[in-house]
């Protein structure tokens, strides 16, 4: 990957952190963030993923849509 692509995408994944409240909840705890990332990333990977998958994914866009109505004031 070239590696401004490589850049942006770390600095956007890491906007999405701050966008959900991770830095402010767990008091910028790296330990405790990487922790909860592998909890994820293990549920992810287990036979329960699709669930996971489904339910995350209608959370993330439901947010997504909250932010996009509030910016436009609707």
Known sequence: MDRRKRTRQLIELGGLM??????EITGDDRT???????????RLES??????????????????EVEAKEKTGN
Do not use: N, P, Q, T
């Open 18 to 23: 701050k966008k959900a409240g991770i830095v």
């Open 32 to 42: 405790l963030i990487f922790g909860a990332l592998l909890w994820m990333a293990d």
């Open 47 to 64: 036979e329960k993923s699709d669930h996971a998958r489904k339910v995350w994914r209608d959370w993330g866009r439901a947010a997504f």
